[in-house]
């Protein structure tokens, strides 16, 4: 191809780049000069190669004569595309080879000839695991039975807002997330959700997320997308009223948060309660109900200490005897130094952790031997040094945090597939991109630079993670300096920024600029609530995630983003994607999550690159082509109006699903009954390890002839039609089944568990059971299956225990 040698130039621009961070860091004031320039280079060079190998690639798969023809000749409009693409080729190496000429002769820089790879690394959550699931909250432990007390203390039987109120780094969130998963708290109430609250709160999206945690079911949630915010704050008001909750409002700014969120939260006096963390005291004073405020300090010299070691000093590291004694003299010291911040102490302990050497940990002891004593100086400081050990492909998955949603949860896979559409992530041949990836965010967690919010009890790896706002403040000023995104508030952030650096990275918040296309090299847009955006000029973009956003333009311009790789949509409206996302011919990950879709078209399934598609809801979709989609491992689809879907589309998804046999997760969860037969075989299956079916009717046969796939270690089950068999009897051949959840409102059997397969079968580690109509449960030689409170809610329910424990 006419461009390879221009790949083999983009190789050593990368490998420049690297240099040029390393001697940027060591404080080479000319490496820093050329930074800007290689990275404009290599951005350049990556253009070119997109829009030649998009014309190969367009003209390899043009189908009949025409095909033929395109395939031994090129068309006008190929001819001018790669005439262009000659142009800038010798242009851009000429800018290349005067950037490497110049470095070389002034001794800025050293050139490798070959490509400098990283070592490949393995997913390293088992390790991370063991200390995130036995994290202690050290020097809090009265703070969280005083707080536990007044959250259970029935006495008071009023609804009461419990506040936690803490300088940011201290820990708040944290201890509000121990309480709210504390056995003890949980065998309490019956309804619970926790959400965050950020500075520019959209109080839709929070009514929302509240409801789909307390609520329980995303069939209930679906409705809310049609609903206004009156309406849905009625019907979570309605459904709380039922029910002794506990809500969690994490991260409060200001003042009228709780005057305009109170009205969903019923007094039914049942001794429901809302805890709410903050750091503004008059936040917490606010709330006009009965308030609890609990002030949190920082650590004493002792406390601090024994977090710094639990972090450096883990229990699974060997560390020489003397070494270690030298290490504990500078740590104290260390420690001491952190001021009680337990945020600085995680991310000091945890990059030490990674450097367990005399002389880096005396560096770090003279680094921090300053006469400022402002503590968020010494926590800027702490990111800094983490953030310098990072290898070089590391420190851009972590600036990239600067793009992501502010003080929310985010998913795994919002992470990890927007790395990887952005090539953030090195190519290895062991293993694949999705578990480098993972393997990089657990780096990350490891580092404390993001917080676990939820993992697999299935595997261990992580599920959504936040990122504390002193490090992504701190991720979006480093971003913003290298000039590796930008962040716009306002009009005025994003108009002075575009006119002194180039950025290839926009962030937009509330913020509408008709202006933004004419930014013809910008690579990525993450947008959140936007009144309306237009696409048509930005020619390279390659990832796009929009919130709460007026897509109308989309269906019009989307044809011209033919180097799109990567699609987000999360509670955006105006939504359609028109035949011509098939041109799209690049694009690795679609995901409409709360966007209603009207319509699938064909198109999207000829697109081969395609490997994780998520549409939450949709309407109609044109059935998956297997032939064409060998690299997709992600298929979730939700349906409205399920029972109005013709039967040809279920009948050649089922057809289609017997072939995809490369699929690792695979969810179907319908509003009405999807019928049984579309998983007709599934037992070839061997990658599929997710499998989640919503309001399946008829599956007494399939579960009769137990054709799930064996290697199933998460299996969600939600029946609408009433089951005579015993589930697990059949379930229970399922040997690596970790986690089952189960909704089955009508259910005919006697007995949920079949203790001689469970013998030899083993069991899930975590089950969730959800059984409205069951009158008697038996269990026989496993009184442990259940946890007793969980044993205790079906007895109230009504529920006839019958426990044969021999």
Known sequence: MRWGFLKDELSRLQCFLKDADAKTRAGNASATNWVQQIKDAAYEAENIIEVAGFAEERKRIKKGFVGFISRYACFPRDLVTLRKAGIDIRRVRRKIQEIMTSAVTLGTLTIGTNAITEPCRAPTNAVYKLIHDNDVIIGFQDDLNRIGDKLKNMDNKQLTVVSIVATGGVGKTTLARKLYSSAVVTGHFNSFAFTSISQKFDVSHILKDIAQQAMGTKREVEKFNTMGIDEIARKLHDFLKGNRYLIVLDDVWTTDT???????????????????????????????????????????????????????????????????????????????????????????????????????????????????????????????????????????????????????????????????????????????????????????????????????????????????????????????????????????????????????????????????????????????????????????????????????????????????????????????????????????SINLIDTDLPFIPASLWDIATLRHARFWPVRKWSPVKAEKQKELQTLSISVINAGKVDKYIWSDTQKSLMHMTQLTSLMLFGDHNIPADILTNLSNHHNLVRLYLGWVAGLNVFLRISLFPLNLRTLVLHIRSPLQEDVLLHLSKLRNLVLLFLEIPEYGGRSLFSPCEMREYGKPSRWALNLPSLSELVLEEMVNMLAKEKCEELEKKGCKLIINDS
Request: hydrophobic share 40%; charged share 20%.
């Open 258 to 588: 709780w005057d305009m969120l109170k009205k969903v939260f019923p007094d039914a006096e049942n001794g429901s309660r809302v805890l709410l963390t903050t750091r503004n005291f008059q936040a917490a004073k606010q709330a006009d109900k009965l308030t609890f405020i609990h002030k949190l300090r920082h650590l004493n010299e002792e406390e601090s200490w024994r977090l710094f070691c639990q972090r450096a000093f883990p229990s699974y590291e060997t560390i020489d005897t003397a070494l270690r004694l030298e290490l504990e003299n500078l740590g104290k010291n260390l420690a001491k130094k952190c001021s009680g911040l337990p945020l600085a102490l995680v991310v000091l302990g945890a990059h030490l952790l990674k450097n367990l050497q005399l002389d880096m940990w005396m560096k770090m002891d003279s680094y921090m031997d300053w006469e400022i004593t402002e503590k968020w100086k010494i926590m800027q400081h702490i990111i800094a040094r983490s953030y310098d050990d990072m290898h070089h492909h590391l420190k851009s998955c972590f600036l990239y945090m600067a793009c992501l949603p502010e003080h929310n949860r985010i998913a795994d896979c919002a992470v990890t597939e927007s790395w990887i559409s952005e090539e953030l992530i090195p190519q290895t041949t062991r293993y694949s991109l999705e578990e480098t990836a993972q393997s990089y965010l657990d780096e990350l967690a490891q580092r404390s630079m993001v917080q676990i919010i939820n993992s697999s009890s299935a595997n261990g790896l992580i599920h959504a993670i936040k990122v504390h706002d002193i490090l992504q403040d701190w991720a979006v000023r480093k971003a913003q300096k290298e000039g590796f995104v930008i962040v716009c508030k306002n009009l005025g952030d994003l108009r002075a920024s575009l006119s002194t650096l180039t950025f290839y990275r926009t962030v937009l918040h509330s913020v509408c600029y008709d202006g933004i296309d004419q930014t013809q090299n910008t690579r990525t847009i993450y947008g959140f609530k936007l009144p309306s955006l237009t696409f048509r000029k930005l020619w390279f973009l390659r990832v796009l995630y929009l919130s709460n956003s007026n897509l109308e333009h989309f269906c019009n311009e989307v044809r011209h983003l033919v180097h799109l790789r990567y699609i987000a949509f999360d509670g955006c409206y105006n939504v359609v994607l028109p035949s011509s996302i098939g041109r799209l011919l690049n694009l690795g």
